[in-house]
């Protein structure tokens, strides 16, 4: 079992910025596909923002938040980051983190969700 811990939501104005980080730890060692970010607003499905493949950095976004989101990893400390830019009120929303592992390489593991709240 991986627990991911997630912290950086608030409220923020529109045109502002934020970061949000994730990180990932366990009993025993544990070996990770990637690394992604989810978000899910009021009466919304979630879905996809960002994710990077943990071996060679290979990020991808969402048509949304590209040039706007940048994801990053602290290989070192198993982090993941989101730096979020130009934010627009449309990106209010919980942000879930989730993780891919080895052992578990489809739906991975969930964080508790942080809320992110873009004001207009």
């Known amino acids: 079992q991986v627990q991911l811990v997630e912290s950086g939501g608030g409220l923020v104005q529109a045109g502002g910025s934020l970061r949000l980080s994730c990180a990932a730890s366990?009993?025993?060692?544990?070996?990770?596909?990637?690394m992604g970010w989810f978000r899910q607003a009021p009466g919304k499905e979630r879905e996809f923002v960002a994710s990077i493949r943990w071996a060679n950095g290979d990020k991808y976004y969402a048509d949304s938040v590209k040039g706007r989101f940048t994801i990053s990893r602290d290989i070192g400390r198993n982090t993941v980051y989101l730096q979020m830019s130009s934010l627009k009120p449309e990106d209010t929303a919980v942000y879930y983190c989730?993780?891919?592992?080895?052992?578990?390489?489809?739906?991975?593991?969930w964080g508790q969700g942080t809320q992110v709240t873009v004001s207009s």
């Open positions: 366990a009993g025993r060692p544990f070996s990770m596909n990637a």
């Open positions: 989730n993780v891919r592992t080895r052992g578990n390489p489809d739906d991975g593991y």
